[in-house]
């Protein structure tokens, strides 16, 4: 059983930035691939981000060039830095992984104000 803890949502203005945390029980993290989705009101919970265990990544074209993941793995943690943030990313963003099962973290908001 793996269980997800995701920190560093909040409230920022367009072009600002936040990061977000999530931390992994367990001690399979480093095998994993983990990600990040987030879920914007009425909206179908979307891929932002995600990175596998060699450290290759993957972004949505509506993030590209503007986020960051990062994987820590001495200290299962995965990072997500979101930089030039817009209104449209207003969302709840979940940390995501896998590892037989899906696991997903509570989610944390992020709202980017005009």
């Known amino acids: 059983q793996v269980q997800l803890v995701e920190s560093g949502g909040g409230l920022v203005q367009a072009g600002g930035s936040l990061r977000l945390s999530c931390a992994a029980s367990?001690?399979?993290?480093?095998?994993?691939?983990v990600g990040w989705f987030r879920q914007a009101p009425g909206k179908q919970r979307e891929l932002v981000a995600q990175i596998i265990s060699t450290g290759t990544t993957y972004y949505a074209d509506s993030v590209r060039g503007r986020f960051t993941i990062s994987r820590d793995n001495a200290n299962n943690t995965v990072y997500l830095q979101m930089n030039s943030l817009k209104p449209e990313d207003t969302a709840v963003y979940y940390c995501w992984a896998f590892y037989v099962n899906t696991y997903w973290g509570q989610g944390t908001q992020v709202t980017v104000s005009s």
């Open positions: 367990g001690n399979i993290f480093g095998r994993m691939p």
